[in-house]
Every structure is written in structure tokens, then in C-alpha cells.
Nanobody, 116 residues
Framework: QVQLVESGGGLVQAGGSLRLSCEAS????????LGWYRQAPGKQRVLVAT???????VYADSVKGRFAISRDNAKNTVSLQMNSLRPEDTAVYYC??????????WGQGTQVTVSS
């Protein structure tokens, strides 16, 4: 099992920045992928960014150049630095971990609201 706890959401004006963090615990030795997804009201949960254990990064087109994902293996954390935020970035953001064997784990979610 893997437990994920997110922090850092909040309310920000358009053009502002927020940093999300997620701490993983439990069977972290078998995590092969960490990432962030988001779900806006009435919409499906979609990928924002992922980072593999080898450091390979994938971003959704909508956040490229504005968001940056990083991980600290020593602290078992993954972070998402969000700059130049837009109202359309408003969503609940979920931390995600994938364990060897294709097991998916989710955090409880943190609300990000961007006002225009």
C-alpha cells in the first residue's frame, strides 16, 4: 500500500503561482511513477504531469511552460510548481502514485481556485 498526502492548494488570482506538494509513505520502494491529475467540476480527471523513477517527465499540453513537476526521493515527495495560473486551471488536484504491478494510488485531493 501507498499513502499520499497533498498540501498547498488555495485561492489565487490569475497570473499568480501556487506550489503543491505530496508526501508518499508505505511501500514507496516499488513506486515507478508519481504525478498530478486534476478534475474540474463536471469533467473527468485528467493528467497534469508525471515523473518517473528515472526522471522522465510528461506534461499535459495545457500546462507546458507554466507548470513544473519535481520529486525528492530522499523525502519521498513530489511537487508541482504552478505559475501563470489561469481560471481554467481551477480544479481539485490529485497526487498519484503507480506501483510496480500497475497498482494506482490517489491522494485525497486539494482544491486550486484561480480567480479572474
Amino acid at each position: 500500500q501507498v499513502q499520499l498526502v497533498e498540501s498547498g492548494g488555495g485561492l489565487v488570482q490569475a497570473g499568480g503561482s501556487l506550489r503543491l506538494s505530496c508526501e508518499a509513505s508505505g511501500s514507496i520502494f516499488s513506486i515507478i511513477l508519481l504525478g498530478w491529475y486534476r478534475q474540474a467540476p463536471g469533467k473527468q480527471r485528467v493528467l497534469v504531469a508525471t515523473i518517473s523513477s528515472g526522471g522522465s517527465i510528461v506534461y499535459a499540453d495545457s500546462v507546458k511552460g507554466r507548470f513544473a513537476i519535481s520529486r525528492d526521493n530522499a523525502k519521498n515527495t513530489v511537487s508541482l510548481q504552478m505559475n501563470s495560473l489561469r481560471p481554467e486551471d481551477t480544479a481539485v488536484y490529485y497526487c498519484n502514485a503507480v506501483r510496480r504491478g500497475n497498482y494506482y494510488y490517489w491522494g485525497q485531493g486539494t482544491q486550486v481556485t484561480v480567480s479572474s
